[in-house]
């Protein structure tokens, strides 16, 4: 028999699952969860009991759902010697490009999560859900690092994801081709960038004002200096 808890995980998946239907033309709203809810037959009276936190958490959801979606694929990546990547710097390349392959069909609803998040006052949860994403890709690729690399690598990745991330939703060609190409350059570009330790250290000192605020600063410092490199 499914208890309580496992019974509002599934509703609260479905949920979220059937908001994708309805983001791209009515945004992360209260509207949307509400047509949603619809789809499941479910109340919307209800809506408050399965998701609490409303549409930022109908987002948390969304957004862990992906990560889990990306990390199982990976993982049958790895079971498979013909496309196993070989190394760090691969596995990292392979699990950034597959969380973006399977978020292919759902572009708009990336788009529309993207324009939620831009909003000021949205920066915390922005900021939570990029750690998120990184921290899954660094463990599912095996690093287990807790010293000072730990914040470094973390950072470094959320600037190489967010610039691949938006290369990405501007390609329209519906290949990935040109989104690969795009990560290698930045990857490689990452790696000739010594003289980004110091700065980044100092940054990684006020890490006790929250990870994930360090985690985003040290991602937008690396972007700026891509940035005037040229892409």
Not at 136 to 155: E, N
Not at 183 to 191: P, W
């Amino acid at each position: 028999m499914m208890n309580s808890e496992n019974a509002d995980y599934h509703e609260r998946v479905e949920l979220v699952r059937a908001c994708l239907m309805h983001v791209p033309f009515d945004g992360w709203s209260k509207q949307t969860l509400e047509l949603a809810a619809g789809d499941c037959d479910i109340e919307i009276s209800q809506i408050a009991r399965i998701l609490p936190g409303g549409v930022n958490q109908a987002i948390e959801v969304y957004a862990r759902l992906a990560d889990e979606d990306m990390v199982t694929a990976f993982n049958e990546m790895m079971l498979d010697a013909s496309v196993k990547p070989e190394g760090m710097t691969a596995k990292i390349k392979a699990l950034v490009l597959i969380r973006l392959e399977q978020a292919s069909p759902h572009k708009e609803v990336v788009r529309a999560t993207l324009r939620y998040l831009r909003n000021p006052k949205q920066a915390k949860l922005g900021q939570q859900l990029l750690f998120q994403t990184i921290d899954q890709m660094w463990r599912a690729a095996g690093d287990d690092a807790t010293d000072f690399s730990f914040y470094t690598k973390r950072g470094l990745l959320a600037a190489v994801y967010s610039a691949t991330l938006l290369y990405f939703m501007a390609d329209n060609t519906g290949s990935m081709d040109g989104t690969s190409a795009f990560l290698d350059r930045r990857l490689k570009e990452v790696l000739k960038l010594p003289k980004l330790s110091k700065p980044m250290q100092k940054q990684a000192s006020v890490i006790a004002s929250g990870l994930g605020k360090t985690v985003s600063s040290i991602a937008k410092n690396i972007s700026q200096q891509m940035a005037r490199r040229g892409y």
